[in-house]
């Protein structure tokens, strides 16, 4: 039992981390791929998208992306990989939610909340915040008050709403969703960093 202790990694180390790169050369190519994965996995989650009648804002697996990337990429990858996303998209990629680019739309301001959320993760991942289900699920939670702490505020400027009725819009029907994403982390993450430890 101390044997499998001990081969799990320590904490300071993400997912990312245990990608072997033997020399500082393949290190920053590997970081690379890392970053420009995350985005595309992003943009790409992005397009799962259904309308929410009487929002602007879609429900999507973004945000899930997000933090996934956040999560095992660590902060400055993280960060990295979700600046790539945005600049990518208001460069006119068209990887936005519904196919989107651009910065002229309402829930712009979730992109760029989402930037803060993949950084703050990253740097809790870093911590071993998801080495557990509750702790992942935490993490979780605090990643997409973030996005909602920049994106519906945001929403209420872009289109004039006040703050209540941005919140019913644009925060209250993606609670749900949320939920069953934490869950699917709270899985995915542990379990993940279990199968190192013992191959380790």
Avoid: N
């Avoid at 420009?36 to 929002?55: F, W």
């Amino acid at each position: 039992m101390a044997t499998a202790a001990a081969s799990v990694p320590r904490t300071g180390t993400v997912l990312a981390d245990l990608l072997p790169a033997s020399t500082a050369g393949r290190a920053r190519v590997r970081d690379a791929a890392l970053i420009l994965g995350g985005a595309a996995l992003t943009g790409l989650a992005a397009q799962i998208a259904v309308p929410v009648p009487g929002s602007p804002v879609p429900v999507s697996g973004q945000t899930f992306a997000v933090l996934l990337v956040g999560t095992a990429l660590g902060a400055r990858r993280g960060f990295l990989s979700l600046a790539l996303y945005a600049v990518a998209g208001v460069a006119g990629m068209p990887w936005f939610a519904e196919a989107r680019s651009g910065a002229a739309f309402p829930s712009f301001g979730y992109v760029l909340g989402m930037l803060l959320a993949a950084t703050v993760v990253g740097a809790l991942a870093r911590r071993g915040a998801d080495r557990s289900a509750l702790r992942t699920a935490g993490t979780m939670a605090l990643g997409s008050a973030i996005i909602y702490a920049v994106g519906v505020p945001y929403l209420a400027l872009s289109v004039h709403l006040s703050f209540a009725d941005a919140v019913a819009a644009g925060l209250t029907p993606f609670l749900i969703g949320d939920v069953l994403k934490a869950t699917l982390a709270m899985g995915a993450l542990p379990t993940a960093w279990k199968l190192l430890g013992r191959r380790g």
